[in-house]
């Protein structure tokens, strides 16, 4: 292997063990159900980066398969719950901070 080549594949390497370390800590820090929809939702991330950053072209099953991801994550009832609730509980965050500027400004 050349030697650019080793290096290349040390990086991908340490990168792939790196992200398989962060899954292993969201998992301690979430539901496993939610992290795991989660994951896989990375292959619309890479769908994105490929075409507009490497600008490599994607055929129609790409697209229709990177959809069917996109549809499948927006359906999954922990992601819905789990978002459902950070939106809560920003509202209240929201609407906490404005009351508190409203009595400041009194």
């Known amino acids: 292997m050349p030697?650019?080549?080793v290096r290349i594949a040390l990086v991908g390497g340490l990168a792939t063990t790196a992200s398989y370390g962060i899954v292993l800590w969201a998992m301690t820090q979430a539901p496993i159900a939610v992290v795991a929809?989660?994951?896989e939702t990375s292959m619309i991330f890479v769908l994105?980066?490929?075409v507009i950053i490497f600008k490599e072209r994607a055929g129609l099953r790409r697209y229709a398969a990177t959809a069917l991801i996109a549809c499948g994550?927006?359906?999954d009832p922990t992601l819905v719950k789990a978002r459902s609730r950070s939106v809560r509980r920003a509202v209240k965050v929201i609407t906490r901070s404005s009351a508190d500027s409203a009595s400041r400004e009194r």
Do not use: Y
Request: hydrophobic residues 50%; aromatic residues 0%.
């Open 37 to 39: 929809a989660l994951r």
């Open 3 to 5: 030697r650019g080549r």
């Open 73 to 75: 994550a927006g359906c």
């Open 48 to 50: 994105a980066m490929a």
